[in-house]
């Protein structure tokens, strides 16, 4: 079963139940998944891999949103995004640890031979192809400055 598949039944699933949060989640994510099938002038199936891509970017919408509403004392539209932000997790691969990100990190900047910041195109490119939809790109970002800036 593809991982559309597996969201389409769960989303069937949730409106069964009447899970409001799991349903509205997963109704958002299928319109998202329908619009990036529908991008451009053909429509194409999307891999479980461009999916988790979509989740992910839902997920830190989510994310985001929890944030700004915490800061306007949103405390009602904090709980609904959070719920809905688990929901969209449990779709995702295993988040990797910072430790596994930096270990990663060294591995690459050894491999490609980066000798200081400049070369931290070079790095995250190999990274961010591996990584996709497992870590937070700023998170990456952030351990390669810093893992770079030792370089120097």
């Known amino acids: 079963m593809s991982l559309k598949q597996r969201i389409e039944t769960d989303l069937k699933d949730a409106m069964k139940q009447g899970d409001a949060a799991r349903k509205r989640a997963l109704r958002t994510l299928m319109t998202a998944i329908s619009r990036a099938e529908r991008a451009g002038d053909t429509l194409r199936e999307l891999s479980d891999e461009d999916i988790i891509a979509i989740i992910a970017k839902e997920a ?8 700004a509403y915490e800061k306007g004392g949103r405390m009602d539209l904090v709980a609904e995004e959070k719920a809905e932000l688990e929901v969209l997790r449990a779709y995702l691969p ?6 596994e990100i930096e270990a990663r990190a060294r591995e690459v900047i050894a ?12 790095v995250m490119k190999v990274l961010m192809a591996e ?8 998170l990456v970002s952030q351990i390669v400055r810093e893992l770079l800036a030792e370089q120097k």
Do not use: C, N
């Open 60 to 67: 830190k919408q989510r994310e985001e949103s929890i944030e």
């Open 94 to 99: 295993r988040q990797l640890t910072r430790e």
């Open 111 to 122: 491999q490609v031979g980066a000798s200081g910041p400049r070369d931290m195109g070079k």
């Open 131 to 138: 990584m996709r939809g497992r870590a937070d790109g700023r």
